[in-house]
């Protein structure tokens, strides 16, 4: 069975479809990459995944069990995790917080938690100390440790990408939606980013989902491409296959008639 | 690094140092002092929770000055109609008080940023009128008489000073108790939906039970310094919670900081003193100006003074020379300075 599987999928913002149509699975223990154009509905389809956007047709299906009718908040309990493609990090709060945030689904408690954490009962500092200790190792396997304790603004883009990737990690995903991971990254960074997704997908156990403009960087991490242009889905398969692929090649390059090369 | 809080010699050095003096005031202060530093202490309760709600979680209120009247009433109703011990009513009020904040929390929900000022802040011009209309439960605009509280076990204080002590030590209490909120899984999770939205929401965390929450907690807070205000002044009527309450309580928690543990004491400190010493200053004579009865002129400009030098508060303030400071001591230690483990 695949981790997730994409049925028929179509979401409208009043006139426009953004997703047509599309169809395909992310085979479990993958790595997924998801490319097209600007505009082609990529970051649409996390939204959709994230329960953000809403749905007019199909399915979304996560190890056999449809996601539409769970609620945005759940959808990481459910064992999907994600970044975005601007970063949402909570610039005020500490790095360290940031990540121990991104724990938050992992708690086993219940709605008067704030009444033993304000009386420091034992239970809850355990629960603490605990969630600090794996946030910590988290951030040290990410190589953010001597940031632990600044606060989670002011830092280049790419180590706000980093820390938002190690607050996904915190919630032990077994989908993790990454929206332009390579975002802000020197050329050098980007080449080493290929064997940290890799790294990262074996350390983790876990099922990536990767939407990425840098084409050498998706084939070379990808076990399977999926191509989307104008919402409707393109091109499936390995990354060999897709790109020499004449759809996806008319659609990245423009057809003959156009005037391109 | 393994466990981030060192407590540092010169903290537990500030800490003495506070604990001697917050003990010390009422023996060498007068009855007047020693009383308005009750009521900072029932101040800084309200601005605890006034933190809570739009300093941690991000939710701007104009109306918690109506919380704290349903505290206030709740203790002078029970203590006058059934004469129960009046430190009992105490958690009663921050019960009733919670409960109105959790209720009022869920409209809320719908409304962000100035809309929501608005809303609390129609909630705080309700309060005197709503109160001055039910008066067959709350005697109307001549209020409730209260009897005087005695100091307990016979203690050898007087009245003033019992105020005094007992309302520091709840608040006391209730400060340890926000701090471990704010230090959690709860405290996170009003911080993060204070600072993304859909960020929080990714994350799992519920922005319909946080929000209400934290009204909830912010409201119980409330209740507890209306009610402690009831006892203090053993009088209360509907204007003692008008809209120059809820006002005074926002300026209070800027002005102190917003989102940092201390800024409700700085800030109850601000709200008690500033307007006597304004009143003070208005005596003033400048050559052949004269400011006599309008202590506002006062009190307006030393919040603009404050808050072009003290953008985050005097409790930011405080944080920033406490970061330089660490800064320079482990700069001549060693060449690398250390994360600041503090927020």
Redesign the interface.
């Given at each position: 069975m695949p981790l997730l599987e994409v049925r028929d999928l179509r979401v409208r913002f009043g006139g426009i479809i953004a997703l047509d149509s599309v169809s395909f699975d992310v085979p479990d223990d993958a790595i997924v990459g998801l490319i097209g154009p600007n505009g082609a509905g990529k970051t649409t389809l996390f939204n959709v995944i994230?329960r953000?956007y809403p749905v007019e047709r199909g399915d979304l299906v996560f190890r056999g069990e449809s996601l539409l009718h769970e609620r945005?908040?759940?959808?990481?309990?459910r064992g999907i995790?994600?970044t975005?493609q601007n970063v949402?990090?909570?610039?005020?709060?500490?790095v360290?917080?940031n990540v121990?945030?991104?724990y938050?689904?992992r708690?086993h408690?219940d709605?008067l938690?704030?009444v033993r954490?304000?009386?420091?009962l034992p239970g809850?500092r355990h629960?603490?100390t605990e969630?600090?200790?794996k946030a910590?190792e988290i951030l040290r396997y990410m190589g953010l440790?001597?940031?632990?304790?600044?606060?989670a603004r002011g830092h280049p883009f790419g180590v706000l990408k980093k820390i938002e990737l190690a607050?996904a990690l915190a919630?032990a995903p077994s989908l993790l939606l990454l929206d332009e991971p390579a975002g802000g990254l020197t050329h050098e960074e980007v080449d080493r980013l290929a064997g940290q997704l890799r790294q990262i997908h074996a350390d983790f156990k876990v099922t990536l989902l990767i939407v990425e403009h840098h084409m050498n960087l998706v084939m070379r991490v990808s076990d399977r491409v999926v191509v989307l242009d104008f919402g409707r889905l393109i091109a499936e398969g390995t990354p060999r296959e897709v790109q020499t692929d004449a759809r996806v090649i008319e659609a990245y390059l423009g057809t003959q008639q156009n005037g391109a090369p | 690094m393994r466990r981030l809080p060192r407590v540092r010699p010169e903290l537990l050095g500030l800490a003495v140092i506070g604990g001697i003096v917050v003990l010390g005031v009422p023996t060498v202060t007068n009855q007047f002092v020693t009383f308005e530093f009750a009521k900072v202490a029932i101040f800084a309760i309200a601005l605890m929770g006034l933190n809570l709600l739009t300093g941690y979680s991000g939710q701007i209120s104009l109306g918690n000055g109506a919380f704290m009247a349903v505290g206030g009433y709740t203790t002078a109703i029970l203590v006058q109609r059934t004469g129960i011990p009046y430190w009992t009513t105490i958690p009663v009020a921050a019960l009733v008080a919670g409960g109105f904040g959790f209720v009022i929390g869920i409209p809320a929900l719908r409304l962000t940023g100035v809309y929501l000022a608005l809303a609390t802040f129609a909630l705080a011009l309700s309060v005197p009128p709503v109160l001055n209309h039910y008066d067959t439960f709350t005697g109307g605009h001549g209020g409730i008489v209260m009897p005087a509280v005695l100091p307990p076990f016979s203690l050898d204080l007087s009245q003033e000073q019992w105020l005094y002590y007992m309302d520091s030590g709840i608040a006391l209490l209730l400060f340890v108790f926000a701090w471990g909120v704010v230090r959690s899984r709860t405290g996170r999770a009003f911080m993060a939906i204070r600072d993304s939205e859909t960020a929080a929401t990714a994350s799992g965390i519920s922005l319909a039970y946080y929000k209400t929450l934290a009204f909830g907690l912010s409201a119980a807070y409330a209740g507890v310094a209306g009610s402690l205000l009831a006892i203090a002044t053993s009088y209360l009527n509907p204007d003692t919670f008008g809209l120059s309450l809820s006002l005074a309580l926002l300026v209070g928690v800027v002005i102190g900081g917003l989102g940092l543990d201390f800024g409700a004491v700085f800030g109850s400190l601000f709200v008690v003193w500033l307007p006597y010493y304004a009143e003070k200053a208005s005596g003033l004579h400048i050559g052949a100006l004269s400011f006599a009865g309008k202590p506002d002129i006062f009190y307006g400009a030393l919040l603009i003074v404050i808050l072009f030098f003290a953008p985050n508060g005097a409790a930011g303030l405080l944080q920033r020379a406490w970061r330089w400071y660490l800064h320079r001591r482990t700069a001549v230690r060693s060449p690398l300075p250390e994360p600041v483990a503090e927020r």
């Open positions: 994230s953000f945005s908040q759940n959808i990481i309990r995790a994600r975005f949402e990090l909570w610039p005020r709060m500490t360290l917080d121990l945030a991104g938050h689904s708690f408690t709605y938690h704030f954490a304000g009386l420091r809850t629960m603490e969630a600090r200790d910590l440790e001597r940031v632990a304790g600044h606060p607050r919630s | -």
